[in-house]
Nanobody
């Protein structure tokens, strides 16, 4: 059974930075494309960044130039570096597979950006 553990969120002022981490247990992590998703209050969960098993990264237009996704297959961990944060980035951030199905979602990590 795969378990996802997100961490690194917090309260930050606009323009600040955070690095999120997601530890993945119970799976052959390295073969899966991974993504960071976020869900703001009253909105649907959206994919903000993804990375293939080989390390090719993509980010949503809304975070392009500010967010960077990376992975360490030796540590079964995927990261999201967030710079120049904006109040509209406020959300709960989750990691999971990218594809047609998901593992059970973790608790996520809250990111709050104050103006």
């Amino acid at each position: 059974q795969v378990q996802l553990g997100e961490s690194g969120g917090g309260l930050v002022q606009a323009g600040g930075s955070l690095r999120l981490s997601c530890a993945v247990s119970g799976s052959i992590f390295s073969i899966f494309a991974m993504g960071w998703y976020r869900q703001a209050p009253g909105k649907q969960r959206e994919l903000v960044a993804s990375i293939t098993s080989g390390g090719t990264a993509n980010v949503a237009d809304s975070v392009k130039g500010r967010f960077t996704i990376s992975r360490d297959n030796a540590k079964n961990t995927v990261y999201l570096r967030m710079n120049s944060l904006k109040p509209e980035d406020t959300a709960v951030y989750y990691c999971n597979r990218v594809g047609l199905s998901f593992w059970d979602w973790g608790q996520g990590t809250q990111v709050t950006v104050s103006s």
